[in-house]
């Protein structure tokens, strides 16, 4: 390691990288703008400015950019040169000549980088009197507000949107002194990491529109440490809440997961927990006849109803590991079913064992940053695990690194390397069913049925080992063979599949492809795609099929279903559903929003959402994470477990006499199932201090306790108790640095924005200290080869009267949950069904024509569109949307249009 000096005091600095990095990881103050720690440096703002000198003998010295300078042994450096702050002080004068200085009304007062280093450099008052450079505003849909004359040309947002995510639709554009970020016109911001920009910006041009609309400064919100619960990635987050209302989400950092950034669904689909209908009261009674209820009375109810009856548990892949748990203890392990479709249950225990019984270990996002050649298999990442497309834009980085490598330029150089690599890229092949956003950067794309798509994977994996399986007549060599040839070279390579086009071959194949490379001693990675933020979680808690368990109560095996955070019209044919839930003697639910499910039901009880509850959930790596509760819900309001120990109690169940807290359950489920037993050590238990006090939740300066509740009492009341963890509902607590699963917010003293990560790191860019959140649960059980999956499907072939209908997935509308936003659905697409436009033509069928789908016993009234990249012979239906819910696809349908009467 080398050693510097800083203002003649030695310090060791990791190799490779940076003066500015050197000097914030070592816990100096140093202003920067433009530096960002995962996007490198530019040297735009000038900002961070320091006098190096030759050596011990040099008192002359010169002015030298600390994120421009290499930290190399020897380097001499002084950041308290009166020469080198008065260059700082001159420079934030300048960057702030144009600033309306508009803090007491700006949204990013209080949390703004822009006031942080203002502070820091000691430009404390305005001399400029002069006329200001002035914008219009852009309307950029309904995520990210814009107010261009706060910006000081730092740069960021452009090279984050562009350079980072991939946006196409946003630039910098200029005009004499004039330099504008934004959209050519107004409109909607295309990217799905639009709102990234808001954390991105040091100062207040882009904020969140959501956050607008019931705006709460920082301090006076209450925080906890979450997860994303919009799809299996499972992103770190920051949720924050304000007399009851949830108010916003932020990204939480977490090295081996997202990083410093979120996708738009993850950041904007929070706004179901405000949603006005929620439930806050046990309901009795079914459909229009429901009333709301006294929970004792509830309990009652559902106690007297289980006494005689023959009960089964639906549990649910968007419910935590503790809430599926309890359900399974209610009604025993063989009469639990998992809650996941039918069609999806299979495709997950077929991932699951893979991981655990194959060689190959499953990738993180860091991983797949860090992959330098990447196949992905039947997956359409960006639509299903945006975080994920986002690391592989990083990862076509890695290879072309070698050309800045031969140049000798540090990888922090960030302009020096684009200049260096210009449009290279690394290798990355995607293989779906139609285009994807990702295509752009690829090396090469192939789209095709899931069975044709699958037969590339097999043949991939032949041809890197021919020993693996080779499909019949085969026809995708030579392809094969490329995609083989850059995966073998690469020091990294990664495969990247799931369950999107609803494949189990797809998913066989590319374990194929990772088990062939690691036969061939490369250090493969395997990443896997399910459906919902705790499906693996779900599988490891096991549980039969849904039709199972539609069966038992066709049968009479069962009389009575209790159903777990589920709405179970989407996850089957509205005609079974109905028909399971109509001979059920009695339905009883358990949801935080009202569903045709808990319309359904004769007892309905309020969950509380992953803000007004504690739990753990599972990701698609196998890594277990925490997740706690905000803030404590109105009405009736608890958690699922909760529930469901107080009906067990009720019953005069004992072991539930023992299920007092969060930590008593989570024990109960390690020992019960020992594939989870280590999501005891995910996050200290409840009984952790920090010199004798809990972690406040709510900041040093949060501000009016007593007006919180002043419509109801004069006197402050006693806050929420919080058995569950070592959180505090209030400022009364330890407000130091806590564990890395329990850091609920970034703050440093004269560091109030996010950039205040920096002083919870190992070192800056590197994990938080104490390690990343998190724990993994899955790990290889062998690295001896595996045996390979020997049955490639056969080449599809088009019938002239059916298609293939297959799911489409999007970002805003597929999940569930989200779709609730309005933000979120106002992105979301309307009904509609792609077709090649061959078929289009040959069926007779117009671009814009009503057709009717028929799958089964579903049928569906949809726009045709013509997309040239859907295969002829399928036909694409839009996943997951509130009007399609479900739909028995992959599956053979007919099309037929739709006559005016």
């Known amino acids: 390691m080398p050693t510097i000096f800083i203002d003649n005091v030695s310090h060791e600095v990791r190799d490779g990288i940076?003066?500015?990095?050197?000097?914030?990881?070592?816990?100096?103050?140093?202003?920067?703008?433009?530096?960002?720690?995962?996007?490198?440096?530019?040297?735009a703002c000038r900002q961070c400015a320091v006098k190096q000198f030759r050596d011990e003998t040099d008192t002359h010295g010169r002015l030298v950019m600390a994120c421009m300078t290499p930290a190399a042994k020897g380097t001499r450096i002084s950041i308290e040169d009166p020469d080198a702050h008065e260059f700082r002080t001159s420079i934030g004068e300048c960057l702030m000549v144009h600033h309306p200085h508009d803090c007491p009304v700006c949204d990013e007062g209080g949390e703004c980088h822009l006031q942080d280093m203002t502070v820091m450099d000691g430009h404390t008052y305005r001399r400029y009197r002069g006329s200001k450079r002035t914008f219009r505003n852009q309307n950029?849909?309904?995520?990210?507000?814009?107010?261009?004359?706060?910006?000081?040309?730092?740069?960021?947002?452009?090279?984050?949107?562009?350079?980072?995510?991939?946006?196409?639709?946003?630039?910098?554009?200029?005009?004499?002194?004039?330099?504008?970020?934004?959209?050519?016109?107004?409109?909607?911001?295309?990217?799905?990491?639009?709102?990234?920009?808001?954390?991105?910006?040091?100062?207040?041009?882009?904020?969140?529109?959501?956050?607008?609309?019931?705006?709460?400064?920082?301090?006076?919100?209450?925080?906890?440490?979450?997860?994303?619960?919009?799809?299996?990635?499972?992103?770190?987050?920051?949720?924050?809440?304000?007399y009851g209302l949830l108010r916003r989400i932020r990204a939480r950092f977490n090295g081996a997961v997202n990083g410093y950034f979120l996708c738009d669904r993850g950041r904007y689909g929070y706004e179901f927990v405000n949603d006005g209908?929620?439930?806050r009261l046990p309901r009795l009674g079914r459909g229009s006849g429901q009333a709301e209820a006294a929970p004792a009375e509830a309990v009652e109810r559902i106690a007297s109803i289980m006494a005689g009856a023959r009960a089964i548990g639906i549990g649910s892949p968007r419910a935590s590991l503790e809430a599926n748990f309890a359900l399974r203890a209610l009604v025993g392990p063989d009469r639990f079913f998992s809650g996941m479709a039918a069609n999806d249950q299979p495709l997950v225990t077929s991932?699951?064992?893979?991981?655990?019984?194959?060689?190959?270990?499953?990738?993180?996002?860091?991983?797949?940053?860090?992959?330098?050649?990447?196949?992905?298999?039947?997956?359409?990442?960006?639509?299903?695990?945006?975080?994920?497309?986002?690391?592989?834009?990083?990862?076509?980085?890695?290879?072309?690194?070698?050309?800045?490598?031969?140049?000798?330029?540090?990888?922090?150089?960030?302009t020096a390397v684009r200049e260096a690599v210009q449009d290279a890229k690394g290798p990355l092949f995607i293989a779906s069913v139609a285009a994807t956003p990702l295509d752009d950067v690829a090396t090469a794309t192939v789209h095709g049925a899931p069975d044709d798509l699958a037969r590339l994977g097999f043949a991939v994996a032949h041809a890197i080992d021919s020993s693996a399986a080779a499909p019949a007549a085969p026809d995708e060599g030579d392809r094969a063979a490329r995609i083989a040839r850059s995966l073998c070279n690469a020091r990294r390579p990664l495969v990247v599949s799931g369950t999107g086009c609803g494949n189990a071959a797809v998913i066989r194949a590319a374990a194929n492809v990772a088990?062939?490379?690691?036969?061939?001693?490369?250090?493969?990675?395997?990443?896997?795609?399910?459906?919902?933020?705790?499906?693996?979680?779900?599988?490891?808690?096991?549980?039969?099929?849904?039709?199972?368990?539609?069966?038992?109560?066709?049968?009479?095996?069962?009389?009575?279903?209790?159903?777990?955070?589920?709405?179970?019209?989407?996850?089957?044919?509205?005609?079974?559903?109905?028909?399971?839930?109509?001979?059920?003697?009695?339905?009883?639910?358990?949801?935080?929003?009202?569903?045709?499910?808990?319309?359904?039901?004769?007892?309905?009880?309020?969950a509380g959402t992953f803000a007004e509850s504690d739990g753990t959930l599972v990701n698609n790596e196998g890594r277990a994470q925490r997740f706690f509760q905000v803030f404590a819900p109105?009405?009736?309001?608890?958690?699922?477990?909760?529930?469901?120990?107080?009906?067990?109690?009720?019953?005069?169940?004992?072991?539930?006499?023992?299920?007092?807290?969060?930590?008593?359950?989570?024990?109960?489920?390690?020992?019960?199932?020992?594939?989870?037993?280590?999501?005891?050590?995910?996050?200290?238990?409840?009984?952790?201090?920090?010199?004798?006090?809990?972690?406040?939740?709510?900041?040093?300066?949060?501000?009016?306790?007593?007006?919180?509740?002043?419509?109801?009492?004069?006197?402050?009341p006693k806050p929420p108790e919080d058995p569950d963890s070592?959180?505090?509902?209030?400022?009364?607590?330890?407000?130091?640095?806590?564990?890395?699963?329990?850091?609920?917010?970034?703050?440093?003293?004269?560091?109030?924005?996010?950039?205040?990560?920096?002083?919870?790191?190992?070192?800056?860019?590197?994990?938080?200290?104490?390690?990343?959140?998190?724990?993994?649960?899955?790990?290889?059980?062998?690295?001896?080869?595996?045996?390979?999956?020997?049955?490639?499907?056969?080449?599809?072939?088009?019938?002239?009267?059916?298609?293939?209908?297959?799911?489409?997935h999007h970002i805003f509308g597929s999940e569930e949950l989200s779709v609730v936003a309005p933000g979120i659905a106002q992105r979301m697409p309307r009904r509609y069904v792609a077709l090649n436009p061959d078929d289009l033509a040959r069926a007779g069928f117009g671009d814009g024509d009503e057709v009717l789908v028929r799958i089964g016993d579903e049928s569906h009234r949809l726009v045709a569109h013509a997309v040239p990249s859907v295969p002829a012979g399928i036909a694409g239906l839009p996943a997951g949307l509130p009007s399609l819910r479900w739909l028995p696809i992959p599956a053979k349908g007919a099309i037929h249009k739709v006559t005016a009467p």
């Open 634 to 716: 109105t009405g009736e309001v608890r958690e699922s477990w909760r529930w469901i120990r107080d009906l067990m109690i009720a019953a005069g169940r004992k072991e539930a006499d023992t299920w007092r807290t969060l930590d008593d359950i989570t024990a109960a489920l390690a020992l019960a199932l020992p594939a989870l037993a280590a999501v005891r050590d995910v996050a200290p238990p409840a009984t952790f201090r920090i010199a004798g006090l809990k972690i406040a939740r709510e900041p040093h300066r949060y501000s009016g306790r007593t007006a919180v509740d002043a419509d109801v009492t004069v006197h402050e």
């Open 140 to 242: 950029l849909g309904p995520f990210v507000n814009q107010e261009m004359n706060r910006c000081i040309q730092c740069y960021r947002c452009v090279r984050f949107y562009r350079d980072y995510a991939g946006g196409r639709d946003f630039d910098v554009q200029f005009l004499r002194d004039r330099v504008f970020f934004g959209r050519h016109d107004d409109g909607m911001l295309e990217s799905p990491f639009s709102g990234n920009l808001v954390e991105v910006c040091p100062t207040g041009v882009f904020t969140d529109k959501t956050l607008k609309r019931h705006f709460t400064r920082k301090w006076d919100e209450r925080t906890a440490p979450s997860v994303c619960v919009h799809c299996a990635v499972g992103c770190n987050t920051i949720p924050g809440e304000r």
């Open 351 to 414: 991932i699951l064992q893979i991981l655990r019984d194959g060689p190959v270990r499953s990738a993180s996002l860091h991983d797949a940053e860090q992959a330098d050649a990447v196949l992905v298999l039947g997956e359409d990442v960006t639509n299903t695990a945006p975080m994920l497309a986002l690391a592989l834009r990083q990862s076509i980085r890695r290879q072309p690194m070698d050309i800045a490598a031969t140049l000798r330029i540090p990888e922090w150089d960030d």
């Open 515 to 606: 088990w062939a490379l690691h036969r061939s001693g490369r250090p493969a990675a395997l990443a896997f795609v399910v459906p919902e933020c705790n499906s693996l979680g779900a599988g490891l808690t096991g549980g039969g099929r849904l039709d199972a368990a539609f069966d038992a109560i066709e049968r009479a095996d069962a009389d009575t279903v209790v159903i777990l955070e589920n709405d179970l019209f989407r996850r089957g044919s509205s005609t079974a559903v109905s028909r399971m839930l109509d001979r059920a003697a009695h339905v009883i639910a358990i949801d935080h929003g009202t569903t045709e499910t808990t319309a359904r039901a004769d007892v309905v009880l309020p």
């Open 726 to 808: 070592a959180l505090s509902f209030t400022m009364e607590g330890d407000q130091r640095q806590p564990p890395s699963a329990l850091t609920l917010r970034f703050w440093a003293p004269g560091w109030n924005s996010v950039q205040a990560v920096n002083h919870y790191q190992t070192e800056v860019g590197g994990p938080l200290r104490g390690g990343d959140p998190g724990r993994r649960l899955i790990e290889p059980a062998s690295r001896s080869a595996a045996a390979y999956f020997d049955e490639a499907p056969a080449r599809f072939n088009r019938s002239t009267t059916e298609w293939l209908c297959v799911p489409l």
């Open 18 to 43: 940076n003066l500015l990095e050197a000097c914030l990881t070592l816990g100096f103050n140093l202003p920067y703008f433009c530096w960002h720690p995962a996007m490198g440096s530019v040297g």
């Open 277 to 279: 209908r929620r439930l």
